[in-house]
């Protein structure tokens, strides 16, 4: 590892932690509460060291970013004295096995997509669903897919450049608050998702390139990038306004596909009968006939 990306991985491990210490209050951690003017948010690093069973020292040394070496009891016991969730758990082991020197060549997200994939892909007609990477690169969608996220598509961000990118959109293009009627938790959600990558392949060029990106373009992004805050993307629900169907409450899962590492499948499935089941038909035929997709000044019944 270059000493560049020692120094880097030292800074996240430091920021990790101190940040998971400092939301966390003696009283929520079950210690006594002495008289007197604390000095700092949250727990003190000796609480710390007392309750996950290790000296002080070495809880020192472990925020300073060595985590190089640290055993899984070690380990366990920090998650267990900074209450870890389990996307935090994993994210302090990743960035534990970053730490510590390894022969194993890192996985990066990819973006070719099999041609099994694509006809599965195809084979869903009736439900949105694209593929994309860790980095939220769209590499592969179906045709409704295609028409649910067209204003992430017709972006003028990538009218010069590529791949289509959801979270650069998100937080580069204005209309992504048009398009996603839950802004703020999509955000939130989305820099979680990147902050878990990053432990996951710390040596993903592209990844990184990305973060810096989004970090200096956007306060936005900035922000939340700075409260190291870490979550799994598996299933939820997404609040979405299509120019030409509305508003829709959709029910996605997310799908880590085995034999193509850092590709995911994401899928939207309505429930029968329900008011999206029938505004997903009707994008569907108007996917169908081949025509574009309207903007939202352009919607049918606007005048």
């Known amino acids: 590892m270059a000493d560049s990306d020692r120094k880097d991985l030292a800074g996240e491990v430091r920021e990790f932690l101190s940040t998971r210490r400092a939301?966390?209050?003696?009283?929520?951690a079950?210690?006594?509460?002495?008289?007197?003017?604390r000095r700092v948010a949250g727990l003190r690093r000796e609480e710390v060291a007392l309750l996950a069973g290790m000296s002080v020292d070495y809880c020192v040394r472990l925020e300073r970013g060595n985590l190089g070496g640290a055993s899984d009891s070690v380990l366990e016991g920090l998650a267990r004295a900074l209450q870890l969730d389990e996307a935090e758990r994993t994210h302090l082991y990743d960035l534990a096995r970053a730490a510590t020197p390894s022969d194993r060549r890192p996985t990066v997200a990819g973006s070719r997509v099999r041609p099994t994939i694509l006809r599965l892909l195809d084979s869903m007609t009736d439900v949105p669903a694209y593929v994309r990477n860790a980095r939220f690169d769209i590499v592969a969608t179906n045709l409704l897919g295609r028409a649910l996220y067209a204003p992430v598509f017709d972006s003028q961000l990538f009218a010069r450049r590529g791949p289509v990118n959801s979270v650069r959109f998100m937080f580069l293009d204005p209309a992504s608050r048009n398009f996603w009627t839950d802004w703020?938790?999509?955000a939130d959600d989305a820099v979680a998702f990147l902050r878990t990558e990053t432990g996951r392949a710390p040596h993903d060029k592209a990844l990184t390139d990305l973060i810096g990106e989004l970090t200096t373009r956007s306060v936005d992004f900035a922000r939340r990038w700075a409260r190291h805050d870490v979550k799994f993307h598996r299933s939820g629900v997404k609040h979405l306004h299509h120019p030409l169907v509305g508003d829709l409450a959709l029910p996605y899962e997310a799908m880590d596909l085995p034999s193509d590492p850092g590709l995911r499948l994401n899928f939207y499935t309505p429930e029968p009968d329900s008011r999206e089941r029938e505004a997903l038909g009707l994008l569907a035929g108007w996917a169908n006939t081949g025509t574009a997709v309207p903007s939202g000044s352009d919607r049918p019944g606007n005048d």
């Open 23 to 28: 939301r966390i209050t003696p009283e929520q």
């Open 30 to 37: 079950g210690l006594p509460v002495y008289g007197g003017q």
């Open 184 to 186: 703020e938790k999509g």
